[in-house]
């Protein structure tokens, strides 16, 4: 390294965010995901023991993923080689893996593979990486946000192991913040942070370590030698909400929505729903969970939910935004409180699983269709009552094929509408098991 590229690099440690200039380079200085980086814990063994085996760092953005990656390979030895699922090709993996192959056969140095947002290589780039992967051409090192079980194909995964990182937990950011504060690679002790501002940054931070520093660094400058609360506010002006659309954290969020309404919490309903709104959700997306919920989860226990939440799509559709987030909320508070019953959805598995397992089973005679007198001949629709011949436009028959007679699907709840309607089902069944039986129909 000349004198002048020793300068250049000295300039861009200056100029860097504070995020990347307090970066740890050695794990002692790692902070968080003490479940594997403590004492006696899977991965510091593993770096202790130079057999770091491929692995899928999976955890919310901040956690360290990238940090762990170069901790890794500065520990173990292997040379490091890093990749943008985003920016990379097939062409890019092969040329990758050609430096490796050479770098073992000349020095018998061993590859450390980084892949950032692995979960974005489609299958063609994942299956050009398969085989070196499994020769251990390359220890892969791939960090995703989303839960790799979704993203990465089964057999790539079948060849690492999976590890787990969570957000950072307050006290750890605060005493992240802190070196950050009096480290000379950070503010060098030139400005000073008051605890409530300190407190204010973290919890904006939802976890997230270089959200944190980053806020940090723009309280900083924005404060000059001292910063408040009142000036990590100013700086930080906009809490940006943890939820991809397309990720693993919509689906979490989506997940405590329907629970929410359907354990009755209109509160919690109300918040998770706010949640997708201003992280940008669809609100068609919301008003289709909530339709399905209408049937799924309250069903006949108030028939009225359906029509509520189909009524509030309308709405919507006619008014647009900001307004429609009226009809929404008034159909979230009036699904999270109506009474509730599954009796719809365990009803129709109950009759897939009678025509999955009996296959096409024959439709009784008395309930065929009979356009031609041949068909009339053949006994086709012979004995059929029309009930609306009979006393209440009903009489006792048999509907189901001779196979299932008597099975039950329905069971409806005691709840809401659905005890009337509980009550007339088994009337109907009392009658049906009292009528009189036709000679040779007991089989």
């Known amino acids: 390294m000349d004198l002048f590229e020793h300068a250049s690099r000295k300039d861009e440690a200056t100029l860097a965010p504070l995020a990347e200039r307090m970066r740890p380079t050695r794990l002692e200085e790692f902070v968080g995901q003490e479940h594997l980086t403590g004492e006696g814990r899977f991965l510091r063994r593993a770096i202790q023991q130079d057999q770091v085996p491929s692995l899928i760092l999976w955890g919310p953005p901040g956690t360290g993923k990238t940090t762990l990656a170069h901790l890794i390979a500065h520990s173990t030895g292997a040379a490091f080689e890093s990749l943008s699922a985003v920016l990379s090709g097939v062409k890019d993996i092969r040329e990758t893996v050609a430096r490796a192959q050479e770098r073992w056969r000349m020095n018998r140095q061993r590859t450390l593979l980084f892949v950032d947002e692995i979960h974005r290589f489609n299958k063609a780039q994942q299956d050009a990486l398969l085989p070196h992967v499994e020769k251990g051409t390359v220890t892969l090192i791939g960090a995703t946000t989303e839960n790799p079980s979704f993203e990465v194909n089964a057999a790539l995964l079948s060849r690492a192991r999976v590890v787990t990182l969570r957000g950072l937990e307050e006290e750890e950011l605060v ?28 919890q904006a931070s939802g976890g997230d370590a270089r959200r944190a520093l ?10 000059g030698t001292r910063v408040d609360k009142a000036t990590a506010e100013e700086a930080l002006q906009h809490k940006a909400l943890l939820y991809d659309k397309g990720g693993e954290e919509h689906y979490n969020v989506v997940s405590a929505f329907i629970k929410s309404m359907r354990g009755s919490d209109v509160d919690a309903a109300l918040y998770w729903m706010t949640r997708m709104l201003e992280a940008g ?4 997306f919301i008003f289709r969970r909530m339709v399905i919920f209408a049937s799924e989860d309250i069903g006949n226990a108030d028939p009225r939910a359906l029509g509520v939440a189909v009524d509030a799509l309308r709405a919507f559709e006619l008014m647009g935004l900001p307004e429609g987030t009226l009809p929404l909320t008034q159909a979230v508070t009036y699904l999270a409180l109506a ?9 129709y598995a109950a009759a897939r699983t009678a025509v999955t397992e009996g296959g096409p089973l024959p439709v009784p005679m008395h309930l065929r269709n009979a356009p031609t007198k041949m068909m009339k001949s053949l006994g086709y629709g012979a004995g059929y009552k029309y009930p609306h011949n009979f006393d209440g436009n009903y009489v006792p028959e048999d509907y189901l094929p001779d196979a299932l007679r008597g099975r039950r699907f329905y069971k409806p709840t005691r709840n809401g509408f659905e005890q009337e309607m509980a009550e007339r089902y088994e009337e109907i069944q009392r009658q049906l098991e009292g009528r009189p039986r036709e000679p040779g129909e007991e089989g």
């Open 214 to 223: 980053t806020a940090l660094e723009a309280a900083a400058a924005h404060g």
């Open 175 to 202: 005493a992240l913040l802190r070196r950050a504060v009096a480290d000379p690679k950070g503010l060098s002790g030139k400005v000073e942070v008051d605890d409530e501002a300190l407190t204010f940054i973290v």
């Open 281 to 284: 959700e669809d609100p068609v």
């Open 339 to 347: 009474p509730k019953s599954n009796a719809v959805l365990t009803a």
